[in-house]
């Protein structure tokens, strides 16, 4: 390993297990340059955000909150599609879904209806519209597409 590590069944495992309170493996635990705990969550940190993660610090997780939220800026919170007609679909912060329109994976933002497991990328949103973002920042109602207060969907 790449790592300092400690043989196997070593007893300095305990007290380990002890300082960060560990309760089930595998566990991650960062720590700062002076030996300071920074999180013992860094595995679902990385698990969530991969080597983006690193430093595992609140403020690079605010930087990576500001980055997504930058990246949802313009999208509207609420639309249409008519691969699911039934329901408006909300925009919404997810871990990961499998999208409903093209079966390719997605996370950080999708639009979903909660009472059908109906989930699907942005991208695929709007992509008959060619990019989302262009589509929706532009004043006023894009090419084809209607809004009805904060919904907005394509018109067939
Ligand atoms: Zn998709
Ligand atoms: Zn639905």
Redesign the pocket.
């Known amino acids: 390993m790449p790592w300092l590590a400690l043989p196997f069944e070593d007893k300095r495992e305990q007290s380990l297990s002890r300082l960060f309170k560990v309760d089930g493996i595998p566990l991650l635990a960062a720590l700062g340059p002076t030996g300071k705990t920074v999180t013992i969550e860094a595995r679902g940190l990385i698990m969530a955000h991969g080597a983006d993660a690193f430093p595992f610090t609140d403020e690079r997780m605010a930087e990576i909150e500001a980055k997504f939220a930058d990246m949802a800026k313009g999208w509207p919170d609420k639309v249409k599609n008519r691969l699911h007609e039934e329901h408006e679909l909300v925009l919404t912060r997810s871990r990961g879904y499998t999208?409903d329109?093209?079966?390719?994976e997605?996370k950080v933002w999708g639009y979903n209806c909660e009472e059908c497991n109906f989930d699907?990328?942005p991208?695929?949103v709007f992509k008959a519209s060619g990019n989302g973002k262009e589509v929706v920042e532009e004043k006023g109602n894009p090419e084809g597409w209607v809004c009805d207060g904060d919904v907005c969907y394509k018109a067939s």
Do not use: A, F, T, Y
């Not at 329109?101 to 390719?104: A, L, N, R, T």
């Open positions: 999208c329109g093209c079966d390719g997605g699907i990328h991208e695929c």
